[in-house]
């Protein structure tokens, strides 16, 4: 861990120790901004007939609305993540959750359409641009041996979110209205903010790389509270600077190829489960399906994205990347096309829409743990942004593809064939993308570093 009497490895102190309390708390904070997305992102699907009705709208011009937060995602996602990687990882955090806060606090006050869509990208730019934040802290914080692990178990919040959501916001349209919902989901954020200024610490890799803040880096690192960190202690780290824009170094020192490869199981796997999640309900209505019922269907694909993204990364770790992420792609193919032809009945719904979350979520998950493996601490944030970026555009595309072929009278069987397509192109690029990873040394128990070494697990 030291090469001198005064020299600490920030790498080594991380990767070789213990989890601490310390890093368990930072990991929490960022599950729960990320728990926050989940529950947003069943808010507005449940308030929308209300919504509808104040403005004096048809629920079927919602579609714009839904779509201008999954915009502001896409563009979060891209730009906070570079911005992170030059101005730091917390400062983004808190701005980002601050803008969740506002804006969602201000959807409750929407008296027209423009208004109502602009809350919700300014809104969705917040909840995009939180997540590169979010998944590079929880990255920086975790040993490499745990890494994929506690990223995927961290991003599981989000489905988490997604059921406490429902669950609560049935409560409030009951008892309170559905304002109430937006009220409270932009109150929270807003004290989650203030507790992420006062006790979230920045990620030490980020101190070191780019500012190399000396009196900072030792407040963070005395909280450790390790034998080896001294008052005179000098602190280094197992990574080069990388100088220019982040985004330029996603496409340097042979990345290109697996950056493009990542970015496609991204697009695919969000586009499905978006596409499940946005038309089953409709799907499901046109088969004469009861609202109560529909609501219970739609549960089971966030207790399946739950399962699936909480194991992802141990899975991964375990049995690697091929054994895992393939068959979770073609498994999720296969559950989509069932949908289509199990959407007549509420348990052949509920079963496919639950392996649907349940293999998707997983494929999707381990995503993001590559992405958050694959590149250096200093275009992290941009690496992961940009993945996810891709990934809000899937969900803006495959609504729009669903959407289009409904309206031309096609049926639900037909639709799903089509969406499934995408899952089946998601497993074709996992084994292009495991086949540059392995020719490229890469090695999930060291972190996923490209180090030359021999993949042990890949």
């Not at 392995?438 to 993949?455: C, E, F, Y």
């Amino acid at each position: 861990m030291s090469q001198s009497t005064n020299e600490v490895n920030v790498t080594r102190l991380i990767d070789d120790g213990r989890v601490t309390p310390f890093q368990i708390a930072t990991i929490i904070f960022c599950a729960l901004v990320n728990l926050f997305d989940g529950i947003d992102t069943q808010s507005i699907g449940v308030a929308a007939p209300f919504i509808a009705d104040a403005l004096g709208i048809k629920i079927a011009s919602f579609g714009p609305i839904f779509s201008s937060a999954l915009v502001g995602a896409t563009i979060g996602a891209a730009s906070f993540g570079p911005l992170a990687d030059r101005m730091g990882r917390k400062t983004l955090l808190i701005v980002a959750t601050v803008l969740i806060g506002i804006f969602t606090l201000l959807t409750a006050t929407a008296a027209s359409v423009p208004m109502l869509m602009v809350f919700r990208l300014l809104a969705g730019l917040g909840l995009g641009g939180a997540t590169p934040c979010f998944i590079a802290l929880t990255s920086e914080y975790a040993p490499a041996r745990l890494r994929a692990a506690i990223v995927t178990l961290m991003w599981s919040a989000f489905p988490f979110g997604g059921m406490v959501g429902g669950l609560l916001n049935s409560y409030l349209l009951t008892k309170i209205g559905w304002q109430a919902i937006f009220y409270i989901g932009g109150l929270v954020p807003l004290v989650i903010a203030a507790l992420l200024f006062w006790y979230l610490p920045e990620s030490i890799k980020f101190l070191l790389t780019r500012r190399n803040d000396t009196a900072a880096i030792r407040k963070i690192v005395a909280r450790f509270r390790s034998p080896l960190v001294r008052a005179d202690s000098h602190f280094v780290i197992d990574e080069k600077k990388l100088p220019g824009a982040p985004i330029r170094h996603l496409f340097s020192d042979g990345r290109a190829l697996g950056t493009l490869l990542l970015w496609v199981p991204f697009f695919t796997g969000f586009c499905v489960l978006t596409v499940v999640t946005l038309w089953t309900p409709a799907l499901l209505r046109l088969n004469g399906i009861s609202p109560a019922n529909t609501a219970f269907v739609v549960a089971f694909n966030g207790l399946g994205a739950f399962i699936g993204q909480s194991t992802a990364g141990r899975l991964m770790e375990r049995f690697g990347i091929l054994v895992v992420l393939f068959p979770a792609f073609l498994l999720g193919t296969a559950a989509t096309v069932g949908l289509g032809y199990g959407a007549s009945s509420v348990v052949g719904a509920a079963t496919f829409i639950g392996l649907i979350g349940l293999f998707m979520g997983l494929g999707t998950a381990g995503a993001i743990a590559l992405s958050a493996l694959i590149y250096p601490t200093p275009i992290r944030s941009t690496g992961v942004g940009w993945g996810m970026a891709m990934g809000r555009f899937g969900q803006i595309v495959g609504p729009l593809i669903a959407g289009s072929l409904l309206g031309a009278g096609w049926k639900a069987d037909k639709i799903m064939i089509v969406i499934a397509c995408a899952g089946l192109i998601g497993a074709v690029f996992v084994v292009l993308f495991r086949t540059w990873f392995v020719a490229r040394g890469g090695n999930l128990q060291s972190g996923g570093g490209v180090s030359g070494k021999s993949p042990v697990s890949a």
